[in-house]
């Protein structure tokens, strides 16, 4: 077998969620508010592995971060093998996900509508 010892690190827990929230929200339909599609994903993770309210406010914020490192790894790595199409296979939805997050406003929206999603008032 193999062992990951990424697993054996510790973290924050919304660490983990904000990396598949950015993947999810890479597939979010053009039509559908990008906070508000993540609400399903966000109480079940809550439930199974219970997030601190500072975790919460912070995970859409870093879920864009992922967004970003992926498009500029995505990029160094492209310069350094041009012909191996699969490094820029998340780009293209990367860079449509960051215009919609400004577009949207979804980064000042995301705090309260993720903690009132967890339980907790918008402005506890």
Not at 90 to 107: H, I, N, Q
């Amino acid at each position: 077998g193999v062992l990951d010892f990424g697993d054996l690190l510790y973290t924050y827990t919304c660490a983990d969620a904000a990396i598949c929230m950015t993947y999810l929200l890479f597939h979010c339909p053009p039509d559908a508010p990008l906070v508000e599609s993540t609400l399903p994903f966000v109480r079940g993770f809550h439930v199974e592995c219970p997030m601190q309210v500072e975790e919460v406010e912070a995970l859409f914020a870093l879920a864009v971060m992922r967004a970003c490192t992926s498009v500029c790894m995505a990029a160094y790595q492209s310069s350094l093998e041009p012909d191996n199409e699969y490094l820029l296979i998340s780009a293209t939805p990367a860079w449509r996900f960051l215009g919609r997050v400004d577009a949207e406003g979804a980064t000042s929206r995301a705090p309260a509508v993720l903690r009132r999603a967890c339980g907790w008032d918008a402005a506890d």
